[in-house]
């Protein structure tokens, strides 16, 4: 199984441009999950989709961002503007039971926003 | 406000030794903890977790201890090896069974040989 898949894995961006982050969660999952880490912050959940419709997206800090799920196998995080605080690595984890213990996550999108 | 910390940013600990990492959280609602591990390069995995009605949960050479009144967990390592050198987050929710943990900002070990 080639785990969870994110692209791009690193990501260089000026602030005010759009940037879209990709997942592809392992093969049969159902739940998929969005999270940032940051230094002063730790790991913080941004979204969660279970059959791919968004069950808790409390997390989202801002419209600026915004996560889709249009099928089992795909799911995009997108910032639009970008701004420097935003910098911070992106990842995306996927489950079959949606619980945080049977997660798994990909190996992150570490963005930096100048 | 964090509700998790982990106050430790790194800590260094010889081969062989135990390595002792700690994590303190304020709400008393919490009930399961977690402990992930994060290998540079590459996302967390989940590493042992423990409930509320437990004050210890054992897993090879990983232990993790749980004092409530003091709301404190700490996850031993003994004996540490140099593979055990990571990030190692501690995480807290008020229910078993759920996805919506809070997670501290992660101590980095280092276990030197």
């Known amino acids: 199984d080639a785990g969870v898949i994110q692209s791009p894995r690193h990501e260089v961006t000026e602030m005010g441009q759009e940037v879209t982050l990709r997942c592809k969660p392992i093969s049969g999952h159902n739940s998929l999950f969005w999270y940032r880490q940051t230094m002063m912050r730790g790991l913080e959940l941004l979204i969660y989709f279970n059959n791919n419709v968004p069950i808790d997206d409390s997390g989202m800090p801002e419209d600026r961002f915004s996560a889709k799920m249009p099928n089992a196998s795909f799911s995009t995080l997108k910032i639009q503007p970008s701004e420097p605080r935003d910098s911070a690595v992106y990842f995306c984890?996927?489950?079959?039971?949606?619980?945080?213990?049977?997660?798994?996550f990909g190996p992150g999108t570490r963005l930096t926003v100048l | 406000d964090q509700q998790v910390k982990q106050n430790s940013p790194s800590l260094s600990v010889q081969e062989g030794r135990i390595s002792i990492l700690n994590c303190d959280y304020t709400n008393s609602m919490f009930d399961y903890f977690l402990w992930y591990k994060k290998y540079p390069a590459e996302g967390p995995t989940f590493l042992i977790s423990i409930s509320s009605i437990k004050d210890k949960n054992e897993d090879g050479r990983f232990t993790v201890f749980l004092n409530k009144s003091a709301k404190h967990l700490s996850l031993h390592i003994v004996p540490s090896q140099p593979g055990d050198s990571a990030v190692y987050f501690c995480a807290a929710s008020p229910s078993s069974g759920t996805y919506k943990y809070i997670f501290g900002t992660g101590t980095r070990l280092k276990v030197l040989a």
């Open positions: 984890a996927s489950s079959l039971a949606g619980t945080a213990d049977t997660q798994y």
